[in-house]
């Protein structure tokens, strides 16, 4: 069951700000080493939110999460980080091949980057890749 879920949120977007902002607060971690977590559609007493699963440190050089859900939990994002190292500002070709394959089982899943300059970006089409969209931050998102 994904457990250990953060606060409700209204949007994608917002839930993928709170995760980033949460992995950004303190000394921006993610500027050494790749991290992600994974955006829900959670459903409780008729309610729909977005909320993400706590960011997990996935190593220098990238890996992989995993994840069951539980009754009233629809996986919609993954989300991940690109350490400082990576010069390159966009979706690396590794990110699409894993786009690909996620997407032959969750059709609906979109994928967030946070850029080593921590820009926000999101792919929710293969035709997004590998640039992917700019999100503009939100103030007032909170982790």
């Not at 949120?9 to 303190?26: C, L, N, V």
């Not at 500002?89 to 089982?105: G, H, I, P, T, V």
């Not at 820009?119 to 992917?132: I, S």
């Amino acid at each position: 069951m994904a457990g250990n879920l953060s606060k409700g949120y209204k949007t994608i977007d917002e839930a993928a700000m709170g995760g980033f902002k949460k992995i950004m607060s303190g000394n921006h971690p993610n500027k050494f080493d790749e991290y992600a977590f994974f955006i829900l559609i959670v459903v409780e007493n008729s309610q729909a939110t977005y909320r993400y699963t706590a960011p997990e440190k996935i190593g220098s050089n990238g890996g992989s999460l995993s994840l069951t859900l539980a009754k009233g939990q629809v996986l919609r994002a993954y989300c991940h980080s690109h350490p400082q190292r990576i010069t390159e500002q966009n979706f690396s070709a590794d990110d699409f091949s894993e786009f690909k394959k996620m997407r032959q089982n969750n059709p609906t899943i979109v994928w967030y980057l946070l850029t080593p300059t921590e820009q926000l970006r999101v792919a929710r089409y293969e035709t997004d890749f590998r640039a992917g969209n700019p999100v503009q931050w939100v103030d007032t998102v909170q982790p």
